[in-house]
T-cell receptor, first 115, second 112 residues
Framework: AQSVAQPEDQVNVAEGNPLTVKCTYS??????LFWYVQYPNRGLQFLLK??????LVKGSYGFEAEFNKSQTSFHLKKPSALVSDSALYFC?????????????FGKGTRLSVIA | DAGVIQSPRHEVTEMGQEVTLRCKPI?????LFWYRQTMMRGLELLIY????????DSGMPEDRFSAKMPNASFSTLKIQPSEPRDSAVYFC??????????FGNGTRLTVT
């Protein structure tokens, strides 16, 4: 069965420091991988995705993520955190061939950026 | 593009009442998903549709829950009768050809 693990419930980082939010997955073959962000009282918003090609994916708001096949990981990173990055972050996976099968989401990691 | 539109944004009702949540998907998106989010259980997939046809409703918690998609521009999630444990935020999401989901801003349901 496909699964996504986000091992940290909470990540705290000082403003201006680099941030990493971890994600590992378990799925057969090469999956599609996604990161979403959720701000208070809002739906999840798409940040970035890995489909194929370069293992380093760049997305919205300066975020990037690196697909590591050997470690089955897709950690989210940003070189310099902003207070406005504080939110709930979800990693998600869809196996391929995927059709329109649903994403499998991790349980989320709450990022708190402290000024 | 107005995105996925959900209504109402907030619903407060008494136990035993019927609740209907509504979703207007993004035009041209052929898959629609209903999720529920709670602190305890996180994000749960309830049901999804492809081309207006229900594909998998195994996430629907009980027979009290039902969902319909009568056409490509409208879907409903109904709870009858509602119970306090149904209190949650319910999200509708639709999928583009680029394979990522677009979420509405959710309906916060409180059942007293």
């Amino acid at each position: 069965a496909q699964s996504v693990a986000q091992p940290e419930d909470q990540v705290n980082v000082a403003e201006g420091n680099p941030l990493t939010v971890k994600c590992t997955y378990s799925v057969s073959g090469n999956p599609y991988l996604f990161w979403y962000v959720q701000y208070p009282n809002r739906g999840l918003q798409f940040l970035l995705k890995y489909i194929t090609g370069d293992n380093l994916v760049k997305g919205s708001y300066g975020f990037e993520a690196e697909f590591n096949k050997s470690q089955t990981s897709f950690h989210l990173k940003k070189p310099s955190a902003l207070v406005s990055d504080s939110a709930l972050y979800f990693c998600a996976v869809r196996p391929r061939p995927s059709g329109n099968t649903p994403l499998v989401f991790g349980k989320g990691t709450r990022l708190s950026v402290i000024a | 593009d107005a995105g996925v539109i959900q209504s109402p944004r907030h619903e407060v009702t008494e136990m035993g009442q019927e609740v209907t949540l509504r979703c207007k998907p993004i035009s041209g998106h052929n898959s629609l998903f209903w999720y529920r989010q709670t602190m305890m259980r996180g994000l749960e997939l309830l049901i999804y549709f492809n081309n207006n046809v229900p594909i998998d409703d195994s996430g629907m918690p009980e027979d009290r829950f039902s969902a319909k998609m009568p056409n490509a521009s409208f879907s409903t999630l109904k709870i009858q009768p509602s119970e306090p444990r149904d209190s949650a935020v319910y999200f509708c999401a639709t999928q583009s050809l680029e394979q990522h989901l677009h979420f509405g801003n959710g309906t916060r349901l409180t059942v007293t």
